[in-house]
Nanobody, 113 residues
Framework: QVQLVESGGGLVQPGGSLRLSCAASGIIFSRYVMDWYRQAPGKQRELVATITSGAGTSYADSVKGRFTISRDNAKNTVYLQMNSLKPEDTAVYYC???????WGKGTLVTVSS
């Protein structure tokens, strides 16, 4: 059974940082492309960042230069380091195994003073 469990969300002031984690089980993690998505209130879910099995990365324009996606295959975990956070980054953040219906339940990030 595949499980994805996100953690690391919380309340942070504008300009602050958070690191999200997504721990995977039930898959051969190292073989898969992993995505981070987010969904803000009243908006559609959007792709934020992607990391390939070879650790190639790509980002949405809105987070480029501020967010960094990484993975630790030994720990079956993908990370999202978020710096210089803005109120518009407020959302529930989800990880996903690319090309599957495997999603985590999400972790809430709130950026507010």
């Amino acid at each position: 059974q595949v499980q994805l469990v996100e953690s690391g969300g919380g309340l942070v002031q504008p300009g602050g940082s958070l690191r999200l984690s997504c721990a995977a089980s039930g898959i051969i993690f190292s073989r898969y492309v992993m995505d981070w998505y987010r969904q803000a209130p009243g908006k559609q879910r959007e792709l934020v960042a992607t990391i390939t099995s070879g650790a190639g990365t790509s980002y949405a324009d809105s987070v480029k230069g501020r967010f960094t996606i990484s993975r630790d295959n030994a720990k079956n975990t993908v990370y999202l380091q978020m710096n210089s956070l803005k109120p518009e980054d407020t959302a529930v953040y989800y990880c996903r195994v690319r090309g599957t219906d495997y999603w985590g339940k999400g972790t809430l990030v709130t950026v507010s003073s």
